[in-house]
């Protein structure tokens, strides 16, 4: 009995030792650098903002024709508000909305750089109106911040990079290596006739880039436990997107002598299937960096949980989300109370994670529920997107940006959830990265895609500098 005792005793030191050891281990990822100087902007970058917002350049759906009014005002106003990039870059209109600018480059062996952004806004619920501090499609500019819809996804990027571009070329500046500035009309709704026909056309034209930059990434504040600086999210790859419609077709019948299998009772029945069986919470890349580098920030006692994943991995994984998420979106069946309904159907959404694919979920699918019940997909479908190094020209190049911006923050590569138009852009880039510098707390948030969209003034003056400064660092 004493020999197992000091066994067991001996094990837990071991154990201890190894936490300990690996939390001491695990140091800083922060890159040193020197704070970059402050750019003068012009008086008139809000009001530029504001009238960019009124212009309502919504996808409503992946069918649905673009409203060329909006879109054409839209691109008037560009041309009119930026003199010097129409003059200077050149302008290819892509499927008739999208915006591709090329500005050439002084040394043709460099590899180019592509900087996305979209014209597209999703539309705004009609019942929220009255919660909005301003009309969302008005453009006002109250003491601290530009309303709209817009205002954070995403004219702030666009007009905010195309605000940079033409500071640049009032001081003369000429790149190094060709940038391209590629703003799709269609990444609220997937993509397919702007980013991913703008890629086409570049990849046609031989573009190998050394880096493609897009929205995604953020600067979180108070958005993590634990760490009280800035987090500047800077995501390396983004979730695959799927969904499946469960289909369910019976004879129907009479409500007063219900079949044992009832329609609806079975589509029900693999809805809750699906959300008790969701496929494992896992660590891969780019989790792993998530971990290790978010992990390194933190006070001693949580910092020991993420230096040791081998024994803490699944709190720390479910709290970054790291699995394929399920989720019921629609459901719809039944036309009258006393019948049973021959068919019903649910859609049911999926984020795959890196690793996963379309196969695989939709095999999860057919494994967990009835046989009886019919799957198939629906709508936009992707896999997950390759993950981007972090040892890349690219990533230090904007790694050190953000650190000369923003000297408080910690930079964090991470895998978002959602999806952006960047996902097109791998086969004719080194590496793809999502982050502009918005500024994100738990109560703004809520603001992408919903009521009381807003920027702050300070914020949005700080996209444009990012922007300016990373352009002038890749020469």
């Known amino acids: 009995m004493k020999k197992i005792v000091l066994l067991i005793v001996g094990i ?13 281990m695990l140091s800083s990822k922060q890159v040193v650098t020197e704070r970059l ?5 012009p008086n008139d970058v809000f009001e530029n903002l504001s009238k960019g917002i009124q212009y309502q350049t919504i996808s409503y759906s992946e069918e649905a024709i673009p409203d060329s009014t909006a879109f054409l005002g839209f691109h008037r106003f560009l041309e009119k508000t ?35 952004s979209h014209q597209d806004v999703v539309p705004v619920d009609e019942p929220t109106l009255n919660a909005w501090e301003a009309a969302p499609f008005e453009g006002v500019i109250s003491e601290t ?24 070329l009032e001081e003369s500046f000429v790149p190094t290596q060709t940038i391209y500035l590629a703003f799709g009309h269609d990444e609220e709704v997937g993509g397919a006739n702007g980013a991913a026909a703008m890629a086409k056309h570049l990849k046609a034209q031989g573009v190998q880039a050394l880096m493609t930059l897009d929205e995604g990434g953020f600067l979180g504040e108070d958005l993590i436990p634990g760490i009280k600086q800035p987090v500047a999210m800077v995501n390396l790859a983004e979730k695959g997107f799927a969904s499946f419609r469960l289909i369910v077709q019976t004879t129907g019948g009479h409500s007063s002598a219900p079949p044992r299998e009832n329609t609806i009772g079975m589509l029900a029945q693999a809805i809750v299937d699906l959300e008790n069986n969701q496929l494992p919470y896992k660590l891969v890349e780019p989790i792993n960096y998530q971990v290790s580098y978010m992990g390194a920030e933190l006070p001693f006692f949580k910092k020991v949980a993420f230096a040791n994943p081998w024994l803490f991995k699944e709190p720390i994984l479910e709290a970054l989300n790291a699995h394929t998420t399920t989720a019921p979106t629609i459901i ?22 890196p690793g996963e694919t379309l196969e695989s979920v939709k095999k999860h699918i057919e494994s967990t529920i009835s046989d009886k019940i019919k799957v198939e997909p629906v709508g936009f479908l992707t896999n997950p997107s390759p993950v981007s190094s972090i040892d890349s020209e690219g990533f230090k190049i904007l790694e050190k940006t953000i650190r000369g911006m923003f000297p408080n923050s910690i930079v964090v ?13 791998y086969e004719l880039s080194d590496d793809v990265y999502r982050f502009y510098p918005i500024r994100l707390t738990p109560e703004t948030m809520t603001r992408f895609h919903g009521i009381d969209e ?13 922007s300016y400064h990373l352009i002038k660092n890749f020469n």
Do not use: C
């Open 12 to 24: 837990l030191v071991i154990v201890l030792v190894v936490l300990i050891f690996n939390t001491v």
């Open 37 to 41: 100087e402050k750019v003068e902007l």
């Open 82 to 116: 930026f003199p010097l990039t129409h003059a200077k870059l050149s302008l290819e209109k892509i499927n008739d909305y999208s915006l591709l600018y090329t500005w050439k480059g002084s040394d043709s062996s460099k590899k180019p750089i592509i900087l996305l």
């Open 145 to 168: 911040d530009i309303i709209g819809r817009g205002a954070m996804d995403d004219k702030s990027t666009l007009i905010g990079l195309l605000e940079a571009v033409e500071l640049l």
């Open 332 to 353: 719809d069946g039944g036309i009258k109370n006393n019948v049973i309904p021959t068919v019903a159907e649910a859609t049911i959404n999926f984020r795959i994670l």
């Open 413 to 425: 590569p991470g895998l978002l959830g959602g999806g952006t138009d960047s996902r097109y852009f």
């Open 454 to 466: 807003k920027i702050n003034k300070e914020n949005y003056q700080e996209i444009i500098a990012f």
